[in-house]
């Protein structure tokens, strides 16, 4: 989970279609899977993995395969926290934010610009 975490900061930070869309964008993402803690930070349109924190925007708890769905992009953020296979605490703004940038980034496939490439 680590890795995917490490990852999908990689691509965020490297997509070139999704970085104009946050530069005033702000939040703390808390992922609690199965005892491990990760956070997530964007920040002056920046992505970050933080050690630890005290605020938090967003926290998601639930088990590493329905997580790692969430985070590839197979299931909604929405769809996840309706089953209740997902826990949520966050503004639904925060939420929707945080579903498009999963949508728009696959953790898997690296954004690829045209123009950079």
Same mark, same amino acid.
């Given at each position: 989970?680590?890795?995917?975490?490490?990852?999908?900061?990689?691509?965020?930070?490297?997509?070139?279609?999704?970085?104009?869309?946050?530069?005033?964008?702000?939040?703390?993402?808390?992922?609690?899977?199965?005892?491990?803690?990760?956070?997530?930070?964007?920040?002056?349109?920046?992505?970050?993995?933080?050690?630890?924190?005290?605020?938090?925007?967003?926290?998601? *708890?639930?088990? @590493?395969? #329905?997580?790692?769905?969430?985070? %590839?992009? !197979?299931? +909604? /953020?929405?769809?996840? *926290?309706?089953? @209740?296979? #997902?826990?949520?605490?966050?503004? %639904?703004? !925060?939420? +929707? /934010?945080?579903?498009?940038?999963?949508?728009?980034?696959?953790?898997?496939?690296?954004?690829?610009? !045209?123009?950079?490439?």
């Amino acid at each position: 989970m680590q890795q995917m975490f490490a990852q999908l900061v990689n691509n965020l930070n490297t997509n070139h279609v999704i970085k104009p869309l946050l530069r005033r964008e702000a939040f703390i993402l808390e992922l609690d899977c199965e005892g491990k803690t990760f956070y997530l930070e964007l920040k002056n349109g920046v992505f970050s993995v933080l050690t630890t924190t005290e605020d938090k925007n967003i926290c998601l *708890k639930g088990e @590493r395969c #329905v997580l790692q769905d969430v985070l %590839l992009g !197979k299931v +909604l /953020l929405r769809h996840a *926290k309706k089953k @209740r296979t #997902v826990e949520v605490h966050s503004s %639904l703004r !925060k939420l +929707l /934010l945080l579903e498009s940038i999963l949508h728009l980034v696959n953790v898997n496939e690296p954004a690829i610009c !045209k123009q950079c490439s």
